[in-house]
């Protein structure tokens, strides 16, 4: 009888790990959901938003990282959106009771209930169909857009002057409206086909240089704008898309 040898054995299992780079990116994108959840549990409503917006920024760039460094795997992209649950979901919805749905009492938790449930939701739909449907475009409001434009709402507001919590109707409004975009089929574009590193017109590169120029004099307010106009885009272009549709013409009928 023929002992199997332990290290031919060893050399055909399939290789174990994880890779370290984009999980460590993803780590640092959930560090700052939880801080956020510290911040607005403090009061620091300031302080909590800008850890959201950075937790965005990190989550556009773990995915990226993964690509160009060919380190993509099942794992990370569990893991990515379990991070999005807490950094996404979880601190926005509590921030964002804290500051401004707190004094609508039950219609205020359970907004904020209700955005958490919609982003869990969309983030199970997203993993389901990742492969299935065109990666230049989200199916329905991406968490991170929809923490986003919570987070420069607060940031605009003490930008206005505002101070510590409030009980703005429209953010009551704002909340249902994302939790409804989220959940929806509306396409959003991805800008995951924007290809930087290719050839392009002097004038994208002026127009390029402006954007940054006007995010360094009023950064919160052109992020305001820049998020909110992301927001209405895939409203108003599935209405487009919708009337663009031929209408089909009325079937005579013979007796």
Do not use: H
């Amino acid at each position: 009888m023929r002992i199997p040898n332990r290290k031919n054995k060893k050399r055909k299992d399939p290789r174990r790990g994880i890779y370290v780079l984009p999980n460590l990116v993803t780590t640092a994108s959930l560090f700052c959901g939880f801080y956020a959840l510290i911040a607005a549990i403090s009061g620091n409503y300031y302080q909590a938003a800008l850890s959201v917006l950075a937790a965005a920024v990190l989550d556009g760039l773990d995915g990226r990282i993964a690509r160009m460094t060919q380190t993509t795997s099942a794992f990370g992209v569990q893991y990515d959106s379990l991070s999005d649950l807490i950094a996404f979901g979880l601190a926005p919805a509590v921030l964002v009771f804290l500051w401004a749905l707190k004094p609508f009492n039950r219609f205020g938790w359970m907004a904020a209930f209700l955005y958490l449930v919609c982003g869990a939701l969309r983030l199970a739909r997203f993993n389901v169909q990742t492969g299935q449907v065109s990666s230049n475009f989200f199916v329905g409001l991406p968490i991170p857009a929809a923490a986003t434009i919570v987070a420069t709402t607060i940031l605009f507001i003490y930008q206005m002057g505002g101070t510590g919590s409030t009980g703005y109707l429209i953010v009551l409004i704002m909340i249902y409206v994302l939790s409804f975009l989220m959940v929806s089929n509306i396409p959003y574009y991805s800008f995951k086909g924007l290809k930087l590193a290719e050839r392009r017109s002097f004038n994208f590169l002026v127009a390029v240089v402006l954007i940054f120029v006007l995010v360094a004099l009023e950064p919160y307010v052109v992020l305001s704008v820049g998020i909110l106009g992301y927001v209405l885009s895939g409203p108003i272009l599935a209405l487009y898309r919708l009337k663009k549709k031929p209408v089909p013409e009325p079937v005579e009928r013979t007796v």
